[in-house]
Antibody, heavy 117, light 106 residues
Framework: EVRLVESGGGLVQPGGSLRLSCAAS????????MNWVRQAPGKGLEWVSA????????YYADSVKGRFTISKDNSKNTLYLQMNSLRAEDTALYYC??????????WGQGTLVTVSS | DIQMTQSPSTLSASVGDRVTITCRAS??????LAWYQQKPGKAPNLLIY???NLESGVPSRFSGSGSGTEFTLTISSLQPDDFATYYC?????????FGQGTKLEI
């Protein structure tokens, strides 16, 4: 069974940093691209970032480019999102998701990030 | 970037109704278009991928169609469990983008 468990969310002040993790199990982690998608409270879904199966290619939404860094540790089956220079508008529930060629196969349950003073 | 415009934003319907939700893209792309259902407090649930492919375990009353810049999700006969928010997503090119959502309510 595929399992994705996000962690690392919490309350952080504007300008601060946070690192999210997504622990993956139940599938071959090195065979899939991974994505982060977020949802601000009461709002819609926003794609944030993606990383290729090998980790060699990364992609970002304009809203986070230069501030967020996606990475993966294939030896630990874990996806990361390093978030720096956080803003109030980054407040959201952050989901990790597996993507195969055809579709976003599975999503985690999310970790909440709140940026507030 | 491909912008996705979803309509309507809210849809009032009744059990047994046939409903259609539309997503229009700002430019043509290949059929990497997905539809999700989301209920409060839950992660999105994949319904349709690559425009018309039904995800395993999803009831056959859900169907997807479209091409180019216009895509639709149809629910043939609404059931009580279908009242939720629906999103389209293009994953043809980065940045991947979602529609703004359609809240389906009674």
């Amino acid at each position: 069974e595929v399992r994705l468990v996000e962690s690392g969310g919490g309350l952080v002040q504007p300008g601060g940093s946070l690192r999210l993790s997504c622990a993956a199990s139940g599938f071959t982690f090195t065979s899939y691209a991974m994505n982060w998608v977020r949802q601000a409270p009461g709002k819609g879904l926003e794609w944030v970032s993606a990383i290729s199966s090998s980790g060699g290619s990364t992609y970002y939404a304009d809203s986070v480019k230069g501030r967020f860094t996606i990475s993966k540790d294939n030896s630990k089956n874990t996806l990361y999102l390093q978030m720096n220079s956080l803003r109030a508008e980054d407040t959201a529930l952050y989901y990790c998701a597996i993507k195969s060629y055809l579709k976003f196969d599975s999503w985690g349950q999310g970790t909440l990030v709140t940026v507030s003073s | 970037d491909i912008q996705m415009t979803q309509s309507p934003s809210t849809l009032s319907a009744s059990v047994g109704d046939r409903v259609t939700i539309t997503c229009r893209a700002s430019q043509t792309f290949n059929d990497f278009l997905a539809w999700y259902q989301q209920k409060p407090g839950k992660a999105p649930n994949l319904l349709i991928y690559k425009t018309f492919n039904l995800e395993s375990g999803v009831p056959s009353r859900f169907s997807g169609s479209g091409s180019g810049t216009e895509f639709t999700l149809t629910i043939s006969s609404l059931q009580p469990d279908d009242f939720a928010t629906y999103y389209c997503q293009q994953y043809n090119s980065y940045p991947y983008t979602f529609g703004q959502g359609t809240k389906l309510e009674i």
